[in-house]
């Protein structure tokens, strides 16, 4: 059996490696167009920061490695030029010798990635403006900032955020302009919205809803950002993290089937329109695994495991995908943003009945010292509480919840199964009642009915916002709602939501006589948890109450979000 595969990292290294291991005697000839076969592409903006000190650590598995213990034909600094599939050959050039050579197959695996966006505008090519995919890019983004005082990232996505960090942790003065009105687009809006608060207080700045249109040089060195609102900004150097484009020249030339955004269109078990022709990694369009919709999401995990599927069904294992989530997460300085699944946009988009929760507990027992607080955010079937997708994010622990989370919707699990999760416990871990199952409390309350709830999106008005009430706080949208604020005076007093009527929690029970009995009424604590016992009692009462979801510091976050946009 002759194996080649076009592109490694991570979904072709990994097929390479596990296709040694189920036959000994295969040829095997990894192609790859950089200098090295098998690098930690998610590792470099650490490196560009100087938290990783050693360029060595991301070299993940050297060449000699992958020739002496898995006896792979690794031909570095070598480019595929072309696939003839009649034949079952493929051209490949050396880079540093520009001598062609024509390798054949019995089946092929491409992992040619996906390369970063340069948007058309004036100046995208400077010298000064950079990307970053592999260690080239990463040696010279470290040089750059060696001395630099300033930059400017373009888009504040995943690699946008790291860049961000990485850059202000070398000292330098970072501005973010991002298109959309939130950093971080696919996740819903009020939940990074304290991400985006956490950026600004380490200083940097946010330009959203804004865009680059033209970069130039200027006279006393660096370049100059020119944004759509007309502003523009200085900067030593720009780094663009737009997103990326599958690279897929060589697929498409080969007339191999390509989805409408540009990713090679596999089975599930990874196999392309030629059946002899195998494609894992950034460059494929699949199935969300969720409700089976064509998706590309660039993400290491997926590729590693679609190398492994590949390589398993080329040497007849029955191996299948099961599609992608979108698993992710990022880390902004000391917070941490993840997420799995769909986001709430997604669902609205793709027209999917759904309902959400919001939570906000600590990270493990508040008698412990050092609990961190998180927001937690469950989408869930209306009908079936099958969980959809969460977004969490905070300080500590929110990455193990998710993680959680994540597997639960692998095994299809509802917001009831949540209820009854059993995850380890110890002061310092966790709770006796733990993130997850709050989070499947408060659902599976909403769904049985014990608790209706109001979500925040429909009390943020549009209005700035600002201290408290008289000081421009977002109004309630309309005159029909009642809100009831059941926190402490004290807490009322700090910040409340604008008309709201402080009855504390404590005492509602004795001041039902002061509530309408001819409008619904919304009762509010800050987390949510008051809001609920407020809310059972009212409705016992004989009232039209419901529980404002997450309380009054999810309103915050939206109104944070709002005020952005």
């Not at 000994?24 to 790859?32: D, F, K, P, V």
């Not at 000190?53 to 480019?79: A, F, G, M």
């Not at 199935?287 to 492994?308: T, Y």
């Not at 110890?426 to 709830?453: C, E, H, T, W």
């Amino acid at each position: 059996m002759r194996v080649v595969i076009v592109g490694a990292v991570a979904g072709g290294a990994s097929a390479a490696a596990r296709a040694r291991r189920l036959d000994e005697s295969a040829e095997i000839t990894l192609i790859e167009r950089g200098e090295a076969p098998s690098f930690a592409n998610c590792g470099l903006p650490y490196f560009v920061g100087g938290v990783i000190e050693s360029r060595n650590k991301l070299l993940v598995t050297p060449t000699q490695r992958l020739i002496d213990r898995y006896k792979l034909d690794v031909r570095t600094r070598t480019e595929a030029l072309a696939i003839d599939r009649r034949a079952k050959t493929v051209t490949v050039s050396k880079l540093d010798t520009d001598e062609v050579e024509t390798l054949s197959y019995d089946k092929l695996i491409l992992s040619p990635g996906a390369s970063p966006l340069r948007p058309p505008f004036p100046g995208a090519d400077l010298p000064t403006v950079f990307t970053l995919r592999d260690l080239k890019d990463a040696d010279q983004l470290h040089a750059a900032a060696a001395g630099a005082k300033r930059a400017v990232i373009i888009g504040g996505g995943f690699i946008g955020l790291e860049m961000t960090e990485n850059l202000v942790h070398r000292g330098l003065d970072v501005s973010v302009v991002e298109l959309a009105p939130q950093i971080l687009p696919p996740w819903d809006a009020e939940m990074v919205a304290p991400v985006a608060d956490h950026l600004r207080s380490r200083g940097v700045k946010l330009h959203l809803g804004d865009a680059a249109e033209a970069i130039e040089e200027v006279d006393e060195g660096g370049v100059r950002v020119k944004l759509r609102s007309g502003e523009s900004l200085e900067a030593d150097f720009v780094v663009l993290s737009i997103g990326v484009r599958p690279e897929n020249k060589l697929a498409v030339d080969a007339g191999l089937e390509i989805g409408p955004r540009g990713g090679i269109v596999v089975n599930r078990n990874m196999q392309t329109s030629d059946p002899d022709v195998y494609a894992v990694g950034d460059a494929v369009q699949v199935n969300h695994f969720i409700d089976g919709s064509p998706v590309q999401i660039p993400l290491g995990g997926p590729a590693n495991r679609q190398g492994r599927i590949a390589a398993d069904h080329v040497f007849g294992r029955d191996s299948e995908y099961r599609g992608t989530q979108g698993t992710a997460v990022v880390g902004v300085f000391d917070m941490t943003a993840t997420m799995t699944g769909f986001s709430e946009k997604a669902l609205a988009a793709a027209g999917i009945p759904h309902l959400k929760a919001y939570v906000h507990p600590g990270n493990h027992a508040g008698y412990y010292p050092g609990a961190q607080g998180m927001t937690l955010k469950l989408l869930f079937a209306p009908d079936t509480g099958r969980i959809l997708g969460a977004e969490a994010v905070g300080g500590a622990g929110v990455d193990k919840r998710i993680d959680v989370l994540a597997v639960a919707i692998q095994a299809g699990m509802t917001v009831y199964d949540l209820e009854e999760m059993e995850l380890a416990y110890a002061p310092q871990y966790g709770s006796a009642k733990d993130p997850v199952n709050m989070a499947g409390f408060v659902a599976s309350g909403i769904l049985r009915g014990d608790q209706p709830v109001v979500h925040s999106a429909t009390l943020v008005g549009t209005a700035p916002g600002g201290a408290g009430e008289g000081a421009g706080y977002l109004p309630p949208a309309g005159p029909d709602r009642f809100l009831l604020d059941v926190r402490t005076p004290e807490e009322f007093h700090q910040g409340h939501i604008f008309g709201a009527k402080n009855i504390p929690i404590d005492e509602l029970r004795g001041r039902l006589d002061e509530l309408p009995r001819d409008k619904p009424i919304t009762a509010y604590c800050q987390v949510g948890m008051r809001g609920y016992l407020a809310t059972r009692v009212l409705l016992q009462n004989g009232f039209d109450a419901a529980n404002l979801s997450g309380g009054y510091k999810t309103y915050q976050q939206h109104a944070s979000a709002t005020s952005a946009s």
